[in-house]
């Protein structure tokens, strides 16, 4: 009796709510890498079939999602979820089916499942490098404004740790609702302007990102006066931004659009000729693309998508991402990555400033963080 006669993964980004413009370029990373493998002649010659779902920005629709592809559909391998709450809500549910999700989004650690393959960067993979660069380029004197919900919280708490390492000071600390209206933003911009901190570190998400920067400006706060560092700040949120409102902002991942590597340059090229020139390149839509690869290689030695045959195989595969080769630490189901920081031109592009050039093994429990922990010298880094 002959098999299935292609291979069904489930796809579940946003497409529509509040992380919809960050989610839709995952979507896009996630599909141009099924294309690439579909048209080089599948998998031991069979083609990826994605199904595809909307979670709407929604940890309760997520979960629903991942239920129905899990359970009606039938597939074994999920790619998906941004925002911690939605992985949270998604993962019992993969777990208990015995499937795999691939998530492609940094996030605050402390955590490991064998059901999930975490692909973006852990908190010593782009917080202690923004921390660093921070302190050394810009100051010590933080205030901190995040969404209402859980990565921020857990962000903000190994952040102020690091400010009480290096002698400064946490100024202020707020929490915006996912989506904040003008009073929301008001009350915080006045409690900033009193605090008068030489940096802004934000953990706000989705189209709140662009509502946050827009109001600082619009009260006259410049962005050399106050400099904003994020790591949730991508291509995607400073496009949906006024001109000029990101600039001099400062973030650290392991992927931007304008790094200048070969494989970079192709993926990009190609990730625009498929969803148009205009479409933003983001760190998300990277690991987004490079997990699909690397479940097709671990899927072609597997020669089954069934957990216990999947799993072990995707521990050994190495792909080499437009960020540069990565793998997977057999020992926490974690990303080796590239980290590197950047600064927002006046055009809205992002400068890499510090490009250490290692690529760094995933430490996701981060329970003791030490700045001291990264080896990379600083004085690779460039400053303006």
Not at 99 to 117: A, K, V
Not at 127 to 146: D, H, S
Not at 157 to 181: A, H, K, N, T, W
Not at 285 to 295: I, M, S, T
Request: net charge neutral.
């Amino acid at each position: 009796m002959a098999g299935p006669s292609t291979w069904r993964v489930g796809v579940l980004f946003s497409q529509t709510g509040v992380t919809a413009g960050i989610e839709s370029t995952q979507l896009d990373g996630t599909m141009l890498a099924i294309e690439e493998i579909n048209d080089a002649g599948g998998v031991r010659g069979k083609p990826l079939e994605p199904l595809i779902y909307d979670g709407r920005s929604d940890p309760k629709v997520f979960r629903a999602n991942a239920e129905r592809l899990l359970g009606h559909d039938r597939v074994r391998v999920i790619f998906g979820c941004y925002m911690s709450s939605t992985r949270k809500a998604v993962l019992p549910t993969v777990e208990s089916f015995r499937g795999l999700l691939f998530y492609p989004t940094l996030y605050e650690g402390f955590e490991y499942s064998p059901h999930c393959i975490y692909t973006g960067a852990a908190p010593n993979q782009n917080m202690v490098q923004l921390a660093k660069y921070l302190f050394e380029f810009v100051g010590t004197r933080i205030y901190m404004v995040g969404s209402n919900y859980v990565y921020p919280y857990e962000t903000n708490r190994i952040m102020s740790d690091f400010v009480v390492q290096s002698r400064g000071r946490v100024l202020g600390e707020s929490y915006l609702p996912l989506e904040p209206r003008a009073g929301d933003l008001d009350k915080v911009i006045r409690d900033i302007a009193k605090a008068k901190p030489e940096v802004l570190f934000s953990t706000v998400v989705g189209s709140g990102t662009a509502r946050l920067y827009e109001a600082i400006r619009a009260a006259g706060i410049s962005p050399r006066e106050l400099p904003i560092a994020s790591l949730t700040t991508s291509e995607a949120e400073v496009a949906e931004m006024a001109p000029g409102a990101a600039e001099n902002s400062i973030t650290a991942a392991p992927f931007f659009e304008s790094l200048g590597l070969p494989a970079a340059k192709k993926f990009v090229a190609a990730y625009r000729a498929r969803f148009g020139e205009d479409r933003p390149v983001t760190a998300g839509a990277e690991a987004a693309y490079f997990q699909v690869h690397l479940f097709a290689r671990a899927l072609e030695r597997a020669g089954s998508d069934n957990f216990p045959d999947l799993l072990p195989e995707v521990r050994k595969v190495e792909f080499a991402a437009p960020q540069g080769p990565v793998r997977i630490d057999p020992e926490n189901n974690h990303a080796l990555l590239w980290p590197r920081v950047a600064r927002v031109n006046s055009k809205g592009r992002f400068d890499v400033v510090w490009n250490p050039g290692v690529r760094l093994k995933p430490d996701p429990y981060f329970v003791a963080p030490s700045l001291d922990d990264w080896s990379a010298e600083m004085a690779q880094a460039t400053h303006s």
